[in-house]
């Protein structure tokens, strides 16, 4: 058996079968860490859902906010964009059975395998971790999240509530929909932020060029990070996978913008790649 993580997806679904024939996929054993944005933006997104259902089972998923986007297209409470390739999915007769399973899908992955013969505890979001959160506060956070999604009273209400970008930090006085609009945010789409996990959602571009105070997430000093801990995180193209933290790897290696659909293999550490199709 082993473990591959691959990066954002987002309806690259060519790229996606000829990455999985590159590693010799076996859905009998092979587990595959999905770090989010399966779907949008790219061309098949509806082949993309319909692959991953029917091998859900291997996969380890976390949501990005571009899953996010699409249930809330689902359940009517925000529009398409210029920019969403979402219509024919929307169209699907089976909408409803992805999107009951995309729901069900956490903010946030964790599994201790042996890497090189080492234990280590690999966790995976689909943006980031804030500095300030513990393992077990992030899980709870992911937890307060896919309640209210899941919930046939507030659901709605989340994910109409979920767009925007304030508030930018924590605190014990902020109301339950801003903290629900910040902790999506800290997961799904984070790229900037300081040491106490305020963030600034407007700069999308090289990690080099951060905003004055703030840095890209991971090279804060994480709450999360113990000795044996390796983060897994997509959603960031720019940094075109490359971290500069030996135990933090990024891997969107944008696909979508004529780049490369990556895969890393867990327990050697070997990194697959496919081209974008044409
Ligand atoms: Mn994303």
């Known amino acids: 058996m082993a473990n591959y993580a691959i990066g954002d997806i987002q309806g690259c679904y060519q790229e996606l079968i000829l990455l999985l024939d590159k590693i010799n996929f076996n859905s009998s054993e092979d587990r595959l860490w999905l770090c989010g944005d399966l779907v949008n933006r790219g061309p098949d997104s509806l082949k993309c859902l319909e692959f991953l259902h029917s091998i859900k089972q291997n996969c380890l998923i976390t949501l990005g906010n571009h899953d996010l986007h699409l ?16 219509k024919d999915l929307l169209q699907s007769r089976s909408l409803d059975l992805y999107i009951k399973w995309l729901k069900q899908l956490p903010l946030i992955q964790a599994d201790t395998l042996v890497s090189k013969g080492i234990k280590k ?23 307060e999240i896919s309640k209210n999604l899941n919930s046939p009273i507030l659901s709605k209400h989340f994910l109409k509530n979920m767009y925007g970008n304030e508030p930018s930090s924590d605190s014990k006085n902020i109301s339950k929909d801003e903290r629900l609009r910040l902790h999506t945010n800290y997961f799904t789409r ?35 990070m113990e000795e044996s801990t390796h983060l897994l995180f997509g959603h960031w193209a720019a940094l075109k996978g490359i971290t500069g933290v030996h135990n933090i790897t990024a891997l969107d290696t944008g696909c979508i913008w004529g780049e490369r659909l990556t895969a890393i293999n867990l327990e050697d550490g070997r990194v697959f790649s496919c081209n974008r199709v044409n």
């Open 71 to 86: 249930i809330a297209l689902a359940e009517g409470v925000s529009e398409l964009s210029k920019t969403d390739t979402l």
């Open 121 to 143: 505890e690999y966790i995976m979001t689909h943006a980031g971790v804030p500095p300030h959160w513990s393992l077990e506060e992030a899980k709870q956070h992911s937890n």
């Open 190 to 224: 984070m790229r900037f932020c300081d040491e106490r996990g305020r963030i600034e959602l407007k700069n999308k571009g090289n990690p080099a060029n951060a905003p004055q105070g703030f840095k890209p997430w991971f090279k804060n000093e994480l709450k999360i």
